[in-house]
């Protein structure tokens, strides 16, 4: 099934950026496409990005389009999140989360989180 | 984009009870949905799959049932580990996908 764990939060300024990193472990990484999920304090879920298991094709929420990017290493087993242009509504707990899909009917669904990492903007 | 609406956005319950949870896409998704379960400062974690696939070591009192537009999560009968927020996600949206707001379910 697999690990995630997630690293490299902090607390930084508007305007500032930061790398997030997510080492995986116990599953063949480059199998599988992957996923930035956010959660503001006290709000709901946000899928921020996704990349496929090459890492050719990425995907982004509107809220993140042009500051953020998503990239993987296949031969580290880790997926990053470069952030730029920070905002105070950046503010959240940055989980990473491993597509699983059933190949009949192409269902993908996130069956591995890790335990999120914290990311703070303010002034 | 797809948007997942949930109903109610909180609701309190008692031990053994029957909870029925609501999802609504704004679009045809099929049966392409997934359910989570969220405690306080945890990560969420996959209880169903594609509409009413049961994750594996998920107990059998939850199942999820619907296509199209409108989704169903229920709890058959409600244990004290069962108190989180619940959030579907919809997976139809290839690599683009959408979260509801989640609804709280709270100890009456």
């Known amino acids: 099934e697999g690990q995630l764990v997630e690293s490299g939060g902090g607390l930084l300024q508007p305007g500032g950026s930061l790398r997030l990193s997510c080492a995986a472990s116990?599953?063949?990484?480059?199998?599988?496409?992957m996923d930035w999920v956010r959660q503001a304090p006290g709000k709901g879920l946000e899928w921020v990005s996704a990349?496929?298991?090459?890492?050719?094709?990425?995907y982004y929420a509107d809220s993140v389009k042009g500051r953020f990017t998503i990239s993987r290493d296949n031969s580290k087993n880790t997926l990053y999140l470069q952030m730029n242009s920070l905002r105070a509504e950046d503010t959240a707990v940055y989980f990473c989360?491993?597509?699983?899909?059933?190949?009949?009917?192409?269902?993908?669904?996130?069956?591995?989180w890790g335990k999120g990492t914290t990311v703070t903007v303010s002034s | 984009d797809i948007q997942m609406t949930q109903s109610p956005s909180s609701l309190s319950a008692s031990e053994g009870d029957r909870v029925t949870l609501t999802c609504r896409a704004s679009?045809?998704?099929?049966?392409?949905i997934n359910w989570y379960q969220q405690k306080p400062g945890r990560a969420p974690k996959l209880l169903i799959y594609?509409?009413?696939s049961l994750q594996s070591g998920v107990p059998s009192r939850f199942s999820g049932s619907g296509s199209g537009t409108d989704f169903t999560l229920t709890i058959s009968s409600l244990q004290p580990e069962d108190f989180a927020t619940y959030f579907c996600?919809?997976?139809?949206?290839?690599?683009?996908?959408?979260f509801g707001q989640g609804t709280k379910v709270e100890i009456k």
């Open positions: 996600q919809q997976s139809y949206s290839t690599l683009k996908w959408t």
């Open positions: 679009q045809n998704i099929g049966r392409y």
């Open positions: 594609a509409a009413s």
């Open positions: 990349i496929n298991g090459r890492g050719d094709t990425t």
């Open positions: 116990g599953f063949a990484f480059s199998s599988y496409a």
């Open positions: 989360a491993k597509d699983d899909i059933v190949v009949v009917g192409y269902y993908y669904y996130m069956g591995v």
